[in-house]
T-cell receptor
Framework: GAVVSQHPSRVICKSGTSVKIECRSL??????MFWYRQFPKQSLMLMAT?????????EQGVEKDKFLINHASLTLSTLTVTSAHPEDSSFYIC????????????FGQGTRLTVV | KQEVTQIPAALSVPEGENLVLNCSFT??????LQWFRQDPGKGLTSLLL?????REQTSGRLNASLDKSSGRSTLYIAASQPGDSATYLC???????????FGTGTRLLVSP
């Protein structure tokens, strides 16, 4: 299957700082990218959907000013957690899709964010 | 609102057994259903994708079926191995939406 690379895999930051997570599609052009959040022993919750060159669509309850998403090219999307707090500590996973809605979604390796 | 449920939540079997994981969804209006594997602290690995017009898909020891009208899918794992131990997630893509809606997952442990 296609490869989605997410970086970093782990990050620890201080409260009040910002953290950027990158998601790259290595061997295909991702027209749509998704950002999910996963709490321990729970399933994935979609945060936002982004299409290349346009603003991200956020799910209800997700603060767009706190979780900044940029999808500037067909191979790169970034999630920036601004002014991070301990409650933002979580596992963040990106996903990418190459084409129409019936095509397969591929996932990155995830980023474990710990805010201290 | 689409809801996806997986049963059982956890399963422990000895090596060599055949097993079935279940997934149910409340709204049959879906584009497709996808099964994933997640190892602890890792991302998701796509196992099988079944389009709404299909009944099943096979890959190696894995076979996934889809009964869209009843809102059910099963993942069959033949001759289980310790390396199959992981959390298995199913997800549906509702019609009219780009996103996937995930189930709660089944944690599988295969003992040597």
């Amino acid at each position: 299957g296609a490869v989605v690379s997410q970086h970093p895999s782990r990050v620890i930051c201080k409260s009040g700082t910002s953290v950027k997570i990158e998601c790259r599609s290595l061997d295909f052009q991702a027209t749509t990218m998704f950002w999910y959040r996963q709490f321990p022993k729970q399933s994935l919750m979609l945060m936002a959907t982004s299409n290349e060159g346009s603003k991200a669509t956020y799910e209800q309850g997700v603060e767009k000013d706190k979780f900044l998403i940029n999808h500037a090219s067909l191979t790169l999307s970034t999630l920036t957690v601004t002014s991070a707090h301990p409650e933002d500590s979580s596992f963040y996973i990106c996903s990418a899709r190459a084409g129409a809605v019936d095509t397969e979604a591929f996932f990155g390796q995830g980023t474990r964010l710990t805010v201290v | 609102k689409q809801e996806v449920t997986q049963i059982p939540a956890a399963l422990s079997v000895p090596e060599g057994e055949n097993l079935v994981l279940n997934c149910s969804f409340t709204d049959s209006a879906i584009y497709n259903l996808q099964w994933f594997r997640q190892d602890p602290g890792k991302g998701l690995t796509s196992l099988l994708l079944i389009q709404s017009s299909q009944r099943e898909q096979t890959s190696g020891r894995l076979n996934a079926s889809l009964d869209k009208s009843s809102g059910r899918s099963t993942l069959y794992i033949a001759a289980s191995q310790p390396g199959d131990s992981a959390t298995y997630l199913c997800a549906v893509r509702p019609e009219g939406f780009q996103k996937l809606v995930f189930g709660t997952g089944t944690r599988l442990l295969v003992s040597p």
